[in-house]
């Protein structure tokens, strides 16, 4: 009886670290794409740009090219979730119990849906001026 709990409780453990570990790596590859993503941003709206910025008119006809609003949400998706999980590793590293780390893993994923939802439909409403 002690063996099967025993192995019952290192296979839960083993899923909790495999999970773990998938959040780290989506988290590092997030970061990488920030960095990316960043620069891209930089040199687009701010390097080859006379004067160094835009004004409110030369950003929405900017951002209304598809590829380039395209590369816009998809930044915005990749900030939204590289902030939860890394939020999620911080209240995670103060050693939660299974209840409050689900109650975090569903308040951190409602907040991320909530902000990316209105992120997009502010994008396109912005895009639509």
Known sequence: MQAGLSKQGTKQKSVQVGRAGAFWLIQAVSGLLLVLLLLLHM??????????????????????NPAIFTIEVVFLIVVISHAMLGLRAVIFDLGLNKRHARVVNWVLGVIGIVTLVYGVWLAVAIQQL
């Open 43 to 64: 040199v687009a709206h701010h390097f080859v740009v006379e004067g160094g910025l835009r004004d409110f008119a030369e950003v929405l006809a900017y951002v209304s």
